[in-house]
């Protein structure tokens, strides 16, 4: 099962030289926990808050920065034959913030973060307090134990 994560940085020297190794092995340890087997395909486009604020107000009227954000597109890729799952965008500079606001460190957010975009981009989601997020949680927490962290 060969998974394709692509990183692109929107500006040199962006966050931590170790991201993209991060992102990929997050994104690769929950397309494995979540047993997707056939070969698929996931961009991901590596910015700063300024960055990500005007995606996230472009694209889902929302005129604020966030953390990641995650656009499902889920059909094979024609070229690669491979199943393309979407896009997502980090802001490495909100990234940072969380890790010193919640203490768990750099490598944990920027891994917790990829992870539940991933998780978004299989079809989970937690728009209310109820049942779904409770499993989005709940995954986020196996995963997350599977990349070494005790979440």
């Excluded at 005129?63 to 890729?77: A, M, N, Y």
């Excluded at 998780?119 to 989601?125: A, E, F, N, S, V």
Aim: with cysteine; glycine share 8%.
């Amino acid at each position: 099962m060969k998974h394709t994560i692509l990183i692109f940085r929107e500006k040199r020297n962006l966050g931590h030289p170790e991201t993209a190794a991060l992102v990929k092995k997050a994104a690769a340890a929950a397309l494995r926990e979540e047993n997707v087997e056939e070969p698929c395909e996931i961009s991901v486009t590596l910015t700063d808050d300024a960055g990500i604020h005007a995606v996230n107000r472009d694209h889902r009227g929302v005129d604020r920065p966030t953390d990641v954000l995650s656009f499902p597109i889920d059909e094979p890729d024609l070229d690669t034959g491979c199943r393309f799952l979407g896009d997502m965008v980090l802001s490495l500079e909100r990234t940072q913030a969380q890790s010193e606001e919640y203490g768990g460190g750099y490598a944990h957010e920027c891994q917790y973060l990829t992870v539940h975009s991933v998780l978004h981009l299989l079809g989970y989601d937690h728009l209310d307090e109820g049942e779904e997020k409770a499993r989005m949680r709940a995954r986020e927490k196996a995963i997350m134990k599977e990349l070494g962290y005790d979440f």
